[in-house]
């Protein structure tokens, strides 16, 4: 089958990328507004950017066509926000905090999360989460009705079951979920990890 996408909607091609680009890593963003209150949802449009600076970018949209997500809009105010890691026994929790709560509830609470201070940015860390990303904006460009985020990675916290003899993760340790298309979801698991090392110039 070819498609041509100017003949499908929005809809229909959001649905083809989000089933084609797949799995996704799931940035678990943590924010607190300005009037200090938390805020955590996922996100599926996430990648690395450059390790010089160290910079990830997130894609986010709007509640409608006027209303940016409270997580775009607390990033915006405050500068700051942390990237947690969701692990397979987190699942449950994180589709909790993927609701459209109103912005004045703190979904920390709603998804009986723990909250502890970072070390650096004011937004909270997730305790249950093994890895903890501490970031800070370093540019918004807006395309349509999302919010193309950049932000600049200032400090690790990550649990020290998960760290190999070299002080990296070791990915057979962490059961760390991806997206897929609609509802779908997959894992890491020990039985489907294998390496493949790079071939030798030619």
């Given at each position: 089958m070819?498609?041509?996408?100017k003949?499908l909607?929005?809809?229909q091609i959001y649905?083809?990328?989000?089933?084609?680009i797949?799995?996704?890593?799931?940035?678990w963003i943590?924010?607190?507004?300005?009037?200090g209150i938390?805020n955590?949802?996922?996100f599926?449009?996430y990648?690395?950017i450059?390790?010089s600076?160290p910079l990830?970018?997130?894609?986010i949209g709007k509640?409608?066509?006027e209303?940016k997500?409270?997580t775009?809009k607390n990033?915006?105010?405050?500068?700051e926000?942390?990237i947690n890691?969701v692990?397979?026994?987190l699942?449950?929790?994180m589709?909790?905090?993927?609701?459209a709560?109103?912005?004045?509830i703190?979904?920390f609470?709603?998804a009986?999360?723990?909250?502890?201070?970072?070390?650096?940015?004011?937004?909270?860390?997730i305790?249950?989460?093994?890895i903890?990303?501490?970031c800070?904006?370093?540019?918004?460009?807006e395309?349509?009705?999302?919010?193309?985020?950049?932000?600049e990675?200032?400090k690790?916290?990550i649990d020290?079951?998960?760290?190999?003899?070299?002080g990296y993760v070791?990915?057979?340790?962490?059961?760390?979920?991806?997206?897929?298309g609609?509802a779908?979801?997959?894992?890491?698991s020990l039985e489907?990890?294998?390496?493949l090392?790079r071939?030798?110039?030619?």
């Amino acid at each position: 089958m070819v498609i041509d996408v100017k003949n499908l909607s929005e809809d229909q091609i959001y649905k083809l990328m989000i089933s084609t680009i797949a799995p996704r890593p799931i940035a678990w963003i943590s924010t607190v507004s300005k009037e200090g209150i938390y805020n955590i949802a996922p996100f599926s449009f996430y990648m690395g950017i450059s390790s010089s600076p160290p910079l990830i970018a997130i894609s986010i949209g709007k509640k409608d066509n006027e209303r940016k997500k409270d997580t775009w809009k607390n990033i915006e105010e405050t500068g700051e926000f942390v990237i947690n890691v969701v692990t397979y026994d987190l699942v449950e929790k994180m589709n909790i905090t993927a609701v459209a709560f109103d912005e004045k509830i703190d979904e920390f609470k709603e998804a009986e999360l723990t909250p502890v201070p970072s070390d650096i940015v004011k937004a909270p860390r997730i305790k249950e989460s093994p890895i903890n990303i501490e970031c800070r904006k370093y540019m918004i460009i807006e395309i349509a009705d999302m919010g193309l985020i950049f932000g600049e990675i200032l400090k690790y916290h990550i649990d020290d079951n998960l760290l190999n003899e070299k002080g990296y993760v070791d990915n057979k340790k962490l059961k760390i979920v991806g997206r897929l298309g609609g509802a779908d979801y997959c894992y890491v698991s020990l039985e489907n990890i294998f390496t493949l090392k790079r071939p030798d110039k030619r």
